[in-house]
């Protein structure tokens, strides 16, 4: 069984800076990709960033700039390190990782969601 746990969300103040991070446990043969997604009330879950096993990056253009994903393999962890944040990032942050299990397939994984609150 694998699980994805999030951390790092908060309240903070536009300008601030958050870093989320996401760790996989149980048995993984492999990840092939993780990605950071988010939601705010009323919005459909919006992929923010998202970085392969070749290091392929990708950035919503609505953060560009102001994001950065990077990963540590050694530990299944990817981590999402937020600048600048203004009041339109608000919303809960979810982890998504394709992994390969002992079962020999790959699946995505969803991890439970951190609220990112930013406000004044």
């Known amino acids: 069984q694998v699980q994805l746990v999030e951390s790092g969300g908060g309240l903070v103040q536009p300008g601030g800076s958050l870093r989320l991070s996401c760790a996989a446990s149980?048995?993984?043969?492999?990840?092939?990709?993780m990605g950071w997604y988010r939601q705010a009330p009323g919005n459909q879950r919006e992929l923010v960033a998202s970085?392969?096993?070749?290091?392929?990056?990708y950035y919503a253009d609505s953060v560009k700039g102001r994001v950065t994903i990077s990963r540590d393999n050694a530990n299944n962890t990817v981590f999402l390190q937020m600048n600048s944040l203004k009041p339109e990032d608000t919303a809960v942050y979810y982890c998504?990782?394709?992994?390969?299990?002992?079962?020999?397939?790959?699946?995505?994984?969803w991890g439970q969601g951190t609220q990112v609150t930013v406000s004044s």
């Open positions: 149980g048995t993984i043969f492999g990840i092939n990709y």
């Open positions: 970085i392969t096993s070749g290091d392929y990056t």
């Open positions: 998504n990782q394709v992994i390969k299990t002992g079962s020999g397939f790959w699946s995505g994984y």
